[in-house]
């Protein structure tokens, strides 16, 4: 028992309990917790980084079964999305704070929120499937009380959907893992995968077990057809659809198809059955499904559910090319749609909470009323189309390299396609704000802007953005992260 | 020292009920020094390993031969902390003409099932059973309404019936081997005799676990006493029937039954099936718990092949963390159903719009006794089912399996149907009676300790390991 074993367990504890303290809090005393708890988890997080970076092992076993443990370690891999959600969470909870003035159910609201980042943070630091299994359910269940947040009739169907995808993939994933520990004992995630020797005796059931496997991260990272949860979702507060539906649950979905591909199964098992080649198809697919449907939205925040529904896919894209480079390309884009998303999510709630507009065909000219949330929304709109010098396009330049260097042109194409499809449906909201005379029915000016708690988040995302892509090769980027972990799965 | 579990408590229900003013106290006080004893018994059947004890020091087959192992423990202790817990529950929810009817009634309860996990011969489990039924029928006679009579009078002859059944085996089982003793019977050869004694034993048992199809008397007696006679009936009295069950099947017969435990595990796929289905269309909470034990219950049957085929103690352990999970946060459903009767006078689904704000501890009870149902992670519930599914999966079970996965959807539908309508915004202008925050705490802490048994899993198997049934007989 040290400092090596607390470490991982201490980031999941600073965030779960601040999430059961806030339940009995109220008031000032409840966000200056709330800011603090999210405060010390990023603190936990940049140590235990730094030193893993280092190449010390952080790593927390617990005996939960006779046999199975619960293991929790800080590696390369996961330090991306747990900085990430560690980043977010302070930013988003101040966002929060100032969203949430005055409404009801404080308390239940930003106590879920925290225990759902403990829930990311367990996905991220699990070092087996059992561990895995268990995060993933307990994300599923503290997100469903934020989906639901509003209590209308619409809120409780979006709910229920969601728990029906989820909990169904869950049973699934338990399925998969259940089977899997049957043939092969307790599996830890190890780079290269450990399932070589069954490789022959039992294709299969190794078949059947990759996509029982894969199942519930699909539903999780909306996959199409298993993404008709997400733009329901949408119904939630704005920081639930900017933090859970943007970064941490989707994301969690792309983690654990990772995490399979790479540690469970390994690119040499996954590129053999003709796995990985599934998996691309089935992203590439997405994409462009995703980019068509943002097409048709008029509101706002569904819009950016599609488009989250195409970019995710970037992600499984970049993973299943098994490439270097194309893992490179994935495992940036974890972090650089993230910002990107998270600032467009802010700005759209900027817009919903100032002016009450909630629909694409509403914004003209509102530029010149949130001169600030615009540019922001302007910067992210560029990064997700993938234009230099965002960070989504660096994303991108890998996922395209990732693809030739597998012998696959058309992914490039495959990318210019749905860039061209992303630009179609974010250069309008762009043009209207900033270029159409403003709607006579604005509500009459109140302040320069957005309130400051909710200004603050959404240009710090929205600068971030930018920088990641300006100085995508300076030291402990997660460019040059990804390309260190890019090495060890595919040399 | 053992003798004192059974004593302590028909001690203190002659006591309430020759003083009914002091009631409450020696209630509490039963409560407490009861979980004390069996704590210690626990720690001394952990150091020392199984052991037996001649009461007034005749051995069997004369006299009465108490056996503790790690089985007898584990159901011992799941008593003791439901037990404490409806305990207290119950000092603060009965007001005087039913409390003055519960306590000796619920000691009695209580003193049968603590009897019965000690016996070790047939006949005295009989009593016991006895003893555990009767009081189980007369404490659901508490809330004096029609319905509530009418379902008690089923329950009685369900409940005698049963009883019938399992003594004509036991009778068939001493005409053929002369002693009733579980220790000297241990590892019975499957004769002819001895299959029809077991049929009939099962029968009987399978008639007061309520197992599908014999479930019919249990919704509304469990629906229409009080709410903590019903977290005691569904945690615990329907426990006892199924403890004894195990034992049969697993230490007095052993080898030689897997395949009619098939036919017991087709039971409970049906139970666990048509349970579920039930408890979805019902539109009043107590109703909706109660169907949610049908269905719970088959989780117990199905366990049984699987320990039978295949060689890891996975579905015996499974089995037995699931009935200690469900009994945990069943015993807290039916609590906080107490409460909303109380707050709101009725336990109507659609009238419940809003509870989440209204009630936001009890709403929280509720979703955490659901998540442990349901067998989602981290819970006792989500323990036994990788125990159950992984045993299945193991001895290629697979079809009982899938099923097991899907008892546990169903579960989350019907328990979420109740979260969705609390979670509702409220309706204004609802006036609701106060519910003491104390009786709150108290549900939530048999829930949370649903979730948090799922957390020291390799502590709690240590209780169990001594005379464990796959390692031989004890």
Known sequence: MNWDFWLPLLVLLSSLATGLLIFTLQGRLRNLLNLTGAAVTLVLVAIGGVGALRGAEHETRLPLLPGHDLLLRIEPIGLMFVALAAVLWFLTTLYAIGYLEGSPNRSRFFGFFSICITATMGIALSGNLLTFVIFFELLTLATYPLVVHPGTREAMRAGAIYLTYTLIGGAALLLGVIWLYTLAGPVEFTRGGTLAPLADSHQGALIAIFFLLIGAPAVKAALVPLHGWLPLAMVAPVPVSALLHAVAVVKAGAFGIMRVVFDVYGVELSAAWGLSGVLLLWAAATILYGSLQALKQDDLKRRLAYSTVSQLSYIALGVALLGPLGIIGGLVHLVHHGITKITLFFAAGNLAETMGIYRVSKVDGVGRRLPWSMTAFTVAAMGMIGLPPTAGFISKWYLALGGLEQGLPWIVGLLVLSGLLNAAYFLPVVYRAWFMPPKPEFPAATGQDAPWRMLVPTLATGLLSLLLGLFAFSPYSPLVLAQEIAAGISP | ?474
């Open chain 2, 1 to 474: 020292m053992i003798a004192w579990i059974i004593w302590l408590p028909f001690v203190g229900a002659v006591l309430c009920y020759l003083e009914p003013r002091i009631a409450r106290l020696v209630g509490l006080a039963v409560a407490v020094l009861t979980l004390i004893s069996i704590g210690q018994l626990s720690a001394e059947v952990m150091r020392n390993g199984a052991y037996s004890y001649p009461m007034g020091g005749w051995l069997a087959p004369l006299g009465i031969t108490l056996w503790a192992d790690g089985l007898a423990v584990w159901m011992l202790l799941l008593n003791a902390v439901v037990g404490l817990g409806v305990s207290l529950f119950a000092s603060g929810y009965f007001k005087a003409p039913a409390a003055k009817h519960f306590w000796p009634l619920w000691l009695l309860l209580w003193g049968g099932l603590n009897g019965l996990y000690l016996s070790a011969d047939l006949f005295n489990l009989f009593v016991t059973l006895e003893v555990v039924g009767l009081t189980a029928v007369a404490l659901v006679t508490l809330s004096r309404e029609r319905i509530a009579l009418t379902a008690a009078m089923r329950y009685l002859l369900a409940a005698i019936f049963g009883s019938l059944a399992y003594l004509l085996g036991v009778a068939l089982i001493y005409a053929q081997h002369s002693t009733l003793s579980l220790l000297l019977l241990a590892d019975l050869n499957t004769t002819p005799g001895t299959l029809l004694a077991l049929a009939l034993m099962t029968f009987g048992l399978l008639l007061k676990t309520a197992i599908f199809p014999f479930h019919f008397w249990l919704p509304l007696a469990h629906a229409s006493a009080p709410a903590p006679v019903s977290a005691l009936l569904s945690a615990l009295v329907v426990k006892a029937s199924y403890y004894l069950l195990l034992r049969l099947w697993l230490f007095t017969y052993g080898d030689g039954l897997a395949a009619a435990a098939q036919v017991l595990a087709l039971l409970g796929a049906a139970a666990l099936l048509y349970g579920s289905l039930q408890a979805f269309r019902q539109r009043r909470l107590k109703l909706l718990v109660a169907y949610s034990t049908v269905a719970q219950l088959g989780y117990l049957c199905l366990a049984l092949p699987l320990m039978f085929i295949g060689t890891s103690a996975a579905a015996y352990h499974g089995a037995l963390y699931h009935a200690l999970a469900h009994a945990l946060s069943k015993a807290a459903l039916f609590l906080a159903a107490g409460l909303v009767l109380q707050a709101y006078g009725h336990d109507r689904l659609s009238g419940l719009r809003g509870m989440a704000t209204h009630l936001p501890i009890t709403t929280f009870t509720v979703a955490l006794a659901a998540v442990s149902l349901a067998g989602l992670p981290p819970s006792g519930g989500f323990i036994a089912k990788w125990w159950l599914v992984t045993a299945a999966i193991d001895s290629g079970q697979w079809v009982w399996a899938l099923i097991m996965l899907a008892g546990g959807l169903f579960s989350a539908l019907y328990l979420f149907r109740v979260l969705v309508i609390a979670l509702l915004e409220p309706r204004s202008g609802a006036a609701l009676h106060p519910v003491p925050r104390g009786l709150e705490l108290i549900a939530l802490a048999l829930a949370l300790l649903a979730i948090l048994i799922g957390l020291r899993t390799p502590e709690l198997l240590a209780l169990l390991a001594p005379g464990l049934p796959l390692g031989g007989p004890p």
